[in-house]
T-cell receptor
Framework: KQEVTQIPAALSVPEGENLVLNCSFT??????LQWFRQDPGKGLTSLLL?????REQTSGRLNASLDKSSGRSTLYIAASQPGDSATYLC???????????FGAGTQVVVTP | DTAVSQTPKYLVTQMGNDKSIKCEQN?????MYWYKQDSKKFLKIMFS???????INETVPNRFSPKSPDKAHLNLHINSLELGDSAVYFC???????????????FGPGTRLTVL
């Protein structure tokens, strides 16, 4: 059974510092991996999607890498801002029918 | 606005009642999902529908019954509500393009259900 782990559970950084968020999964047979952010009391906002054949995806200050063989993905957020404060979740798609397994998330606080 | 929408946003009810949550997406997607986010913020998939057909049915009590009248709508009906049903329920959708590529999920704003 696929298990997705996100460490650390919480992270606090000063504004301007780069953020590094980790996601690990136990079964490398994934279809894709998606990173989300969730603001308190809100839904999930999609940040990046990496297909299983890809190694990384970039969008603005965000870069996500995927290493299927080692069961890891890393989300980098450059030059963090207070507006980046949120919980970041990763989810792996484990089958063609659309079954996704989520990590528990990393709660990020960026202090001014 | 193109989006996934859910109603109601908040639902407070007594134990034993029956309630429904509605979800609509206008993104033209063919697959829709229901997720439950518990008090520890952990998201777990409950159901998935592709073109109105039930695809995923996780280990969920049969008091929960999804219904998809068309591929833009997926509703969740819950019978005999229990205290443990209190959670945030999220609807999501994606377009799977016939299984050739698997695209990102888009989430609704969530429905916070509180059972008293």
């Amino acid at each position: 059974k696929q298990e997705v782990t996100q460490i650390p559970a919480a992270l606090s950084v000063p504004e301007g510092e780069n953020l590094v968020l980790n996601c690990s999964f136990t079964d490398s047979a994934i279809y894709n991996l998606q990173w989300f952010r969730q603001d308190p009391g809100k839904g999930l906002t999609s940040l990046l999607l990496i297909q299983s054949s890809q190694r990384e995806q970039t969008s603005g200050r965000l870069n996500a890498s995927l290493d299927k063989s080692s069961g890891r993905s890393t989300l980098y957020i450059a030059a963090s801002q207070p507006g980046d404060s949120a919980t970041y979740l990763c989810a792996v798609r484990t089958d063609s029918w659309g079954k996704f397994q989520f990590g528990a998330g990393t709660q990020v606080v960026v202090t001014p | 606005d193109t989006a996934v929408s859910q109603t109601p946003k908040y639902l407070v009810t007594q134990m034993g009642n029956d309630k429904s949550i509605k979800c609509e997406q206008n993104l033209g997607h063919d697959t829709m999902y229901w997720y439950k986010q518990d008090s520890k913020k952990f998201l777990k998939i409950m159901f998935s529908y592709n073109n109105k057909e039930l695809i995923i049915n996780e280990t969920v009590p049969n008091r929960f019954s999804p219904k998809s009248p068309d591929k833009a709508h997926l509703n969740l009906h819950i019978n005999s509500l229990e205290l443990g049903d209190s959670a945030v329920y999220f609807c999501a959708s994606s377009q799977d393009r016939g299984g050739v590529t698997y695209n990102e999920q888009f989430f609704g704003p969530g429905t916070r259900l509180t059972v008293l």
